[in-house]
C-alpha cells in the first residue's frame, strides 16, 4: 500500500483564491481526519469522516473551510476564499475503526497564501 | 472535550544520555495514548502506544508508561542517539467510541553529539 496521498504537497496561492487539498486514504480505513499544523496551535483537528459521513467537524475555524468525502477513497478540504492566517501545513490520516488506534497521517500540503 | 498538556517544549540531552517526556490529559474515558516522532518537513509517525489497560510498554529504548489515576503518560528514550532528534508528540483518544485523537503541543528534542 502506497499509505495516505495527499496533494499537492506544496501550494502558494493569493489571499481570497480558493484552495483544495486532496487526500487518499489508507485501502480498508473507515476513518479520515484533516488535521493543520502550525508552529503556535501545534496539530489541530479539523474534521473527521467515519464511512464517508462527517462525525465532527467543530475544529472547522469558519465558514470558509468546507470538507467533503464522497467515496471511501477521496477527500477534499477547500479554503475559499483563502487568507493569509491560513498558511500552514494541512495533515490528512487515516486509520481502522474498530477501536481507537493510531492514524498512519500523509506527507501533507504545505499551503502558504501571499 | 479532551485537552492534552505536554511538556517540555524543548529538551536538550546529551548523546547516551536518557530523554523523559511528560503529558497529562483532561478526559479519565480516554483509553488510548499514541505517541508520534516528527521530523523536520516530514509526516507524524506512530512509534509507539500504550492502552488505558496496561500500565507501562517498552520497545527497545523507547517505553512509555501510563498513570490513569493521575491521568498522565510519559516517553522515555533510554541511549539516545543523535538520530532521535525531532519533534515529540503525545496524544489521546477522545474518550468513548471514539477514534478522535487530541494532540499535545510537541516537544522538541534535540540530541547533541
Known amino acids: 500500500d502506497a499509505g495516505v496521498i495527499q496533494s499537492p504537497r506544496h501550494e502558494v496561492t493569493e489571499m481570497g483564491q480558493e484552495v483544495t487539498l486532496r487526500c487518499k486514504p489508507i485501502?480498508?480505513?473507515?476513518?479520515l481526519f484533516w488535521y493543520r499544523q502550525t508552529m503556535m496551535r501545534g496539530l489541530e483537528l479539523l474534521i473527521y469522516f467515519n464511512n464517508n459521513v462527517p462525525i465532527d467537524d467543530s475544529g472547522m475555524p469558519e465558514d470558509r473551510f468546507s470538507a467533503k468525502m464522497p467515496n471511501a477513497s477521496f477527500s477534499t478540504l477547500k479554503i475559499q476564499p483563502s487568507e493569509p492566517r491560513d498558511s500552514a501545513v494541512y495533515f490528512c490520516?487515516?486509520?481502522?475503526?474498530?477501536?481507537?488506534?493510531?492514524?498512519?497521517f500523509g506527507s501533507g500540503t504545505r499551503l502558504t497564501v501571499v | 472535550g479532551e485537552n492534552v498538556e505536554q511538556h517540555p517544549s524543548t529538551l536538550s540531552v546529551q548523546e547516551g544520555d536518557s530523554a523523559v517526556i511528560k503529558c497529562t490529559y483532561s478526559d479519565s474515558a480516554s483509553n488510548y495514548f499514541p505517541w508520534y516522532k516528527q521530523e523536520l518537513g516530514k509526516r507524524p509517525q506512530l512509534i509507539i502506544d500504550?492502552?488505558?489497560?496496561?500500565g507501562e510498554k517498552k520497545d527497545q529504548r523507547i517505553a512509555v508508561t501510563l498513570n490513569k489515576t493521575a491521568k498522565h503518560f510519559s516517553l522515555h528514550i533510554t541511549e539516545t542517539q543523535p538520530e532521535d532528534s525531532a519533534v515529540y508528540f503525545c496524544?489521546?483518544?477522545?474518550?468513548?467510541?471514539?477514534?478522535?485523537?487530541?494532540f499535545g503541543t510537541g516537544t522538541l528534542l534535540a540530541v547533541q553529539p
Open positions: 500504550i492502552r488505558s489497560n496496561v
Open positions: 490520516a487515516s486509520s481502522f475503526s474498530d477501536r481507537a488506534t493510531g492514524y498512519t
Open positions: 496524544a489521546a483518544s477522545g474518550g468513548g467510541a471514539t477514534n478522535k485523537l487530541i
Open positions: 485501502s480498508g480505513h473507515d476513518y
